[in-house]
């Protein structure tokens, strides 16, 4: 009875060894190939997004083959259609947006400059005066070093159309490959252990790739709602703002905050009141709370119920590691490892097959 429970204990302190040590590894790999890995993960995530079409059409009984030429097909007609209508649309308003930012600057210098000359509290002078010249000293910093911010960014864009042209060509292989590949990689697991890694693959793979699909939806209606709510309420780079906003709600919890910093700007700068703020503000509170109370209980079929505190530590360090791509495949990670921990919790590993 004691050898077998220490026989238990054994193998479950190998498993969280090997944890460990695969956790160090992967983290020693993304950062130190973390444009290569970029690359790869791009195109998993196209993979895994068209592969259920795949499986819709050989349903149909058309050939996996056939299948892949007929996606292939519609998507270069709307990548197409993207190119000549849009991509013109947002390189003019990039180009206006960096052509302009000169002038922000001396509009934001403008008005910290009277914000100091006008400001004068009635109650510990020389403390608040210490603050508010420390405030708009790093401003001054802030503003200073931010056309090098959208230039350096500029050329993270460039850098980033390589893997845009590379990824065709390794979507295309994965889909193509995808049996022979889960074959290969079953084939190498431990007999032992078979069932309860495919049952653990079953269930990450549900719940992974429900977060994914729906966070692209949900990030496409939220850009769409915040563009038209910017353009209505006539705020500069209605456009560029929405997007921005599709993409920072992939952030839980500070996104929303995100979102709104760069509408804020522009409408203050434009309109200097109070009003502009409020109704820059009102419009995001209504579109966040459309998002978390109606839009995201339809689209998430399955929640991951993750801690929100594991949830930012997961999104600041794999952000740090991996850039954007780290932080769109936080949660999904976390939930992964969530997953992992439960059946490991339960002693699944520690049963004898």
């Known amino acids: 009875m004691s050898e077998h429970s220490d026989s238990r204990t054994n193998r479950s302190s190998a498993v969280w060894v090997a944890l460990l040590i695969g956790a160090v590894i992967i983290a020693i790999a993304g950062y130190s190939m973390k444009h290569t890995i970029s690359c790869f993960l791009l195109s998993f995530i196209f993979a895994y997004l068209l592969d259920p079409v795949l499986l819709l059409l050989e349903r149909k009984n058309i050939r996996r083959d056939y299948g892949i030429a007929l996606l292939y097909a519609i998507l270069s007609i709307l990548v197409f259609f993207f190119i000549v209508f849009m991509v013109p649309l947002l390189t003019t308003r990039w180009q206006e947006l960096v052509r302009n930012l000169p002038g922000y600057v001396q509009k934001i210098k403008q008005l910290s400059s009277n914000l100091r000359n006008?400001?004068?509290?009635?109650?510990?002078?020389?403390?608040?005066?210490?603050?508010?010249?420390?405030?708009?000293?790093?401003?001054?910093?802030?503003?200073?070093?931010?056309?090098?911010?959208?230039?350096?960014?500029?050329?993270?864009?460039?850098?980033?159309?390589?893997?845009?042209?590379?990824?065709?060509?390794?979507?295309?292989?994965?889909?193509?490959?995808?049996?022979?590949?889960?074959?290969?990689?079953?084939?190498?697991?431990?007999?032992?252990?078979?069932?309860?890694?495919?049952?653990?693959?079953?269930?990450?793979?549900?719940?992974?790739?429900?977060?994914?699909?729906?966070?692209?939806?949900?990030?496409?209606?939220?850009?769409?709602?915040?563009?038209?709510?910017?353009?209505?309420?006539?705020?500069?780079?209605?456009?560029?703002?929405?997007?921005?906003?599709?993409?920072?709600?992939?952030?839980?919890?500070?996104?929303?905050?995100?979102?709104?910093?760069?509408?804020?700007f522009f409408a203050y700068i434009k309109f200097q009141t109070l009003s502009s703020l409020l109704s820059v503000l009102a419009a995001f509170s209504i579109i966040y709370f459309v998002e978390g109370y109606l839009i995201k209980p339809l689209v998430f079929k399955e929640a991951m119920n993750l801690n929100p505190l594991v949830t930012i530590i997961f999104v600041m360090a794999l952000g740090e590691l991996m850039g954007f791509w780290g932080i769109l495949l936080a949660i999904p990670i976390a939930a992964a490892v969530k997953i992992t921990l439960e059946h490991l919790r339960k002693g699944d590993f520690n049963k004898d097959p």
């Open 118 to 264: 006008g400001y004068e509290p009635s109650f510990g002078t020389a403390e608040w005066q210490w603050l508010l010249d420390s405030l708009i000293g790093n401003l001054d910093k802030m503003t200073g070093k931010l056309g090098a911010g959208v230039y350096s960014a500029a050329s993270k864009v460039a850098f980033n159309l390589f893997n845009l042209l590379l990824a065709p060509i390794l979507v295309f292989f994965m889909l193509h490959y995808k049996n022979e590949i889960n074959s290969e990689l079953v084939r190498w697991l431990p007999p032992q252990r078979k069932e309860l890694i495919l049952l653990i693959s079953s269930e990450i793979n549900r719940s992974v790739g429900g977060y994914i699909r729906g966070q692209l939806i949900v990030s496409l209606i939220v850009a769409v709602l915040s563009t038209m709510a910017l353009y209505f309420l006539d705020v500069d780079y209605a456009l560029l703002n929405g997007l921005f906003a599709g993409a920072a709600s992939i952030l839980p919890f500070i996104g929303v905050i995100l979102a709104m910093i760069p509408p804020l």
